[in-house]
């Protein structure tokens, strides 16, 4: 890279043509990462495989239901529908008890 005389960078032909070289390389590489996740994620037996390996704690399992279950039971007090609300809570309030276990 030279400066010219208003002290501004300019770039050689062969700076410029290796830069657009790792940009292509990088767009190449970036799209087939999004079509092999676009190929996985179609495939429910990859997708189950891998979320079964995470080995999620217990404690991180739980917070999912409650944050769920709280979703669920926003959804149906504003759907009026108490008798799914009961449900929920009570699905709550085991989520809880095992939430307790981690304070």
Not at 69 to 94: G, P, S
């Amino acid at each position: 890279m030279t400066k010219d005389n208003k002290n501004k960078q300019t770039m050689t032909d062969a700076e410029l043509n290796a830069l657009a070289i790792k940009i292509v390389s990088r767009m190449v590489k970036l799209r087939s990462m999004e079509d092999w996740f676009n190929h996985v994620s179609k495939s429910n037996l990859a997708w189950s495989t891998a979320y079964e390996d995470l080995e999620v704690p217990e404690e991180y399992n739980a917070l999912g239901e409650a944050a769920k279950l709280m979703t669920l039971l926003n959804l149906f007090q504003e759907d009026e529908e108490y008798e799914k609300c009961a449900i929920i809570k009570n699905r709550i309030d085991e989520v809880n008890k095992i939430l307790r276990k981690y304070k």
